[in-house]
């Protein structure tokens, strides 16, 4: 009896084997049925259409229906500030067929703030690569008296809130400057311009702040025409678009900001599925085609992969929680 218990149970273990060993040896055949053809991919923009986000997502689309062979359909969600779009990504099937774009750090600023009552946190979502960076600049009128980072850092620390500097709402832009104020002891009087940088460049341009927190599109068309001057790049590596102005960490400032752009899937979408896309991503953004359409809206491609976006991610939160009582 004990010998007939012993035959069956290795005979169930067995079978059960084989059925792993089955399933895992269709897992690549099943990988590569992605994505198939009749379907179309659902690309879901937080921003509304014409913007760099939306149109830096048009322009990946159209690639990445060339190297898939199939639709990718840009829809455009906005509402709070990227909470319904990423409320709807959440929800979304994880079967790689629905995707949306990801904005560091207003994302995890988002979903941190316990006002804005976020159905989602990183844990969501999976992420599946990086766009572009666009770092933070600050910019000035050329006849300003500052020339440097250090010029106006020391101004603001012999004269504590008297520097006008535009911001904006637990962005990219406060946050440069609050780690700025937290490694310098400088105290900045932010201004916030919550409807996005044409208000703040007014300001600049009539004389109403001292100093423009923004990114290189913003100032390029003032830089060349004279009146604007840009004291430095918040980041590790000077902008092909700013030859020239050195960074934050070249003047003695480790001070790296910026509004970052990726996208990203609904959590439990499987890895396979991570990988096709990613890689999918990566040949597009590779290609000069998409680098000169980028680069004439003023944005460096700086693709990273699903895990890199990742680590990047992990990182920004842990940073932006160590601000978060400098936030407003």
């Not at 149109?55 to 359909?73: C, D, F, N, S, Y």
């Not at 319904?84 to 990504?89: A, H, N, R, S």
């Not at 680590?311 to 936030?327: G, I, N, Q, S, Y």
Request: aromatic share 6%; with cysteine; charged share 20%.
């Amino acid at each position: 009896m004990v010998e007939h218990r012993i035959s069956v149970w290795g005979r169930i273990v067995l079978l059960a084997g084989c059925v792993l060993a089955f399933v895992v040896g269709l897992s690549p055949a099943w990988a590569a049925d992605y994505p198939q053809k009749g379907k179309s991919i659902q690309l879901i923009v937080g921003n509304a259409a014409g913007g760099p986000t939306d149109l830096g997502a048009r322009i990946l689309a159209t690639g990445l229906e060339k190297e898939l062979g199939i639709p990718v359909v840009v829809v455009n969600k906005t509402g709070a500030n990227g909470q319904i779009q990423l409320t709807q990504v959440a929800l979304s099937k994880p079967d790689g067929y629905t995707f949306g774009t990801v904005n560091f750090p207003v994302t995890i600023t988002g979903y941190l703030d316990p006002t804005r009552k976020a159905a989602y946190n990183r844990k969501s979502f999976e992420p599946l690569a990086m766009h572009v960076v666009d770092p933070n600049i600050f910019a000035v009128l050329t006849k300003s008296p500052y020339k440097t980072v250090k010029d106006l850092v020391e101004a603001a620390k012999a004269k504590p809130k008297t520097i006008t500097v535009s911001s904006g709402m637990r962005n990219d832009e406060q946050i440069g400057i609050v780690q700025l104020e937290k490694m310098t002891g400088a105290q900045f009087a932010q201004v916030s311009f919550t409807q996005g940088t044409a208000p703040s460049l007014v300001a600049l341009l009539g004389g109403k702040i001292d100093v423009h927190c923004g990114h290189a599109a913003d100032v390029l068309g003032h830089v060349k025409s004279g009146d604007v001057r840009v004291l430095g790049v918040m980041d590790d590596e000077e902008s092909p678009f700013l030859p020239g102005v050195k960074t934050f960490e070249a003047q003695g400032y480790k001070d790296y900001s910026a509004s970052s752009r990726g996208y990203l899937l609904p959590a439990g979408t499987p890895k396979e599925i991570v990988n096709i896309l990613s890689g999918a991503m990566k040949k597009v953004m590779a290609t000069e085609e998409h680098k000169k359409k980028m680069a004439e809206m003023g944005l460096s491609v700086r693709y990273m992969d699903a895990a890199r976006l990742g680590k990047f991610w992990d990182e920004t939160e842990a940073m932006v929680k160590e601000l978060e009582p400098m936030l407003k």
